[in-house]
């Protein structure tokens, strides 16, 4: 190298390390394209009792909270736990000595928890799981951990479930199992599903971004549907994607565990800032998938492990039902129900299925293109 050159390199050196630091974004843990969470469901034909499930649910008091679509951000997710993390054995729940199988994984078993994850509305490895849903989400490669009801005490995990996914693969329609639940009750995995910081910081710059993939939501129990001539146990059913039903207790005519939803595409917009119409756009081409029971509506991941901040993009628990700036509040009514197929009655019967590596799996009726 010439000396002009040498001098040119030291020079560049020396600049770069004047520079701040920029911290790298957190990447979400994500399935393969051809997951059904991945699928654009913009142009997917309409459950013939669209119009009819969505009424019903707004007269059964629409969103948890007053029919308020709030956000929740307590749930952390740790993602890319070194390969030396501490491994902690998972036993069954203490208080309760529930532990869930086969739905979740065989027993004796264990998971990576770093030192600097937390427990669901935490700031470290400590939750009172008798009260709370203490879910634990770490992402370790290309496994991500999901424990539910769990605490971190005397060098173990106390839990009723553990659920690992592996992010290579495009599980068949029923998961991880028919009629099998996962830290989630509807049987989904969790964090793929949550509206990460980063990710959104990265898309408000583009005209017409979106996240690319479903988000989860959740409705109080009185108003997601029963049917007690399917045969389930309490009447409890569900459709896919879910491969499983918590404890709906509302009437046959309001929508399933597992319903999935678009928002409108004339949806009107104005007065969202740029952040929460990317969050707007995903609604109308991903969906939203109906989870679990609850009051808060959406959960979105804390920004504990992201670069972004959700309070720098101006996304607030009260974004979607506030009006500020003029925006309209989003209802139920606001929504179609996409058709996911037949219900299924909840039998609580789990039957683990094989991942299937590769193998696309499409809803009937569209193309994800």
């Not at 969505?54 to 956000?71: C, E, H, K, S």
Request: proline share 8%; net charge negative; charged share 15%.
């Amino acid at each position: 190298m010439s000396q002009p050159a040498v001098r040119l390199v030291r020079v560049l050196s020396a600049t770069l390390a004047l520079l701040p630091a920029v911290a790298s974004a957190a990447v979400p843990p994500r399935f393969p394209a051809g997951s059904v969470w991945h699928q654009n469901i913009a142009n997917a034909p309409l459950h013939p009792e669209s119009q009819q499930m969505l009424q019903t649910l707004a007269g059964l008091g629409g969103w948890g909270n007053n029919n308020r679509m709030q956000i929740d951000f307590s749930l952390h997710v740790h993602h890319n736990a070194p390969a030396d993390a501490p491994r902690h054995e998972v036993i069954p729940h203490r208080g309760s000595g529930e532990y869930w199988t086969p739905d979740c994984e065989a027993l004796p078993t264990t998971m990576p928890v770093p030192p600097d994850a937390a427990f669901e509305g935490q700031n470290g490895l400590s939750c009172n799981s008798s009260n709370s849903d203490c879910h634990l989400l770490v992402r370790q490669g290309s496994k991500l951990y999901e424990l539910y009801s769990g605490n971190l005490s005397g060098g173990v995990l106390d839990a009723r479930c553990l659920s690992v996914w592996d992010l290579n693969t495009v599980y068949p329609p029923e998961g991880r199992g028919e009629h099998c639940t996962s830290a989630d009750a509807a049987g989904f995995p969790i964090a793929p599903l949550l509206v990460n910081a980063d990710e959104v910081a990265q898309r408000q710059g583009e005209a017409d971004g979106d996240l690319g993939h479903a988000i989860r939501f959740i409705l109080p129990n009185a108003r997601m549907a029963t049917d007690s001539s399917l045969g389930g146990v309490g009447g409890r059913l569900y459709v896919r994607p879910a491969s499983h039903a918590g404890g709906p207790s509302g009437p046959r005519g309001t929508v399933p565990y597992g319903v999935r939803m678009r928002l409108r595409p004339d949806f009107d917009m104005t007065g969202y800032n740029a952040a929460a119409r990317v969050i707007l756009r995903t609604m109308q081409r991903y969906g939203l998938v109906l989870a679990d029971g609850g009051n808060i509506a959406l959960t979105f991941e804390s920004d504990r492990h992201t670069t972004a901040k959700w309070s720098s993009l101006g996304i607030t628990p009260q974004v979607f039902w506030n009006g500020a700036g003029g925006a309209a509040a989003v209802k139920v009514t606001d929504f179609q129900i996409i058709d996911t197929g037949p219900r299924i009655g909840e039998t609580w019967n789990c039957v683990r299925s094989v991942a299937l590596p590769g193998i696309e799996i499409f809803l009937d009726g569209f193309d994800p293109a």
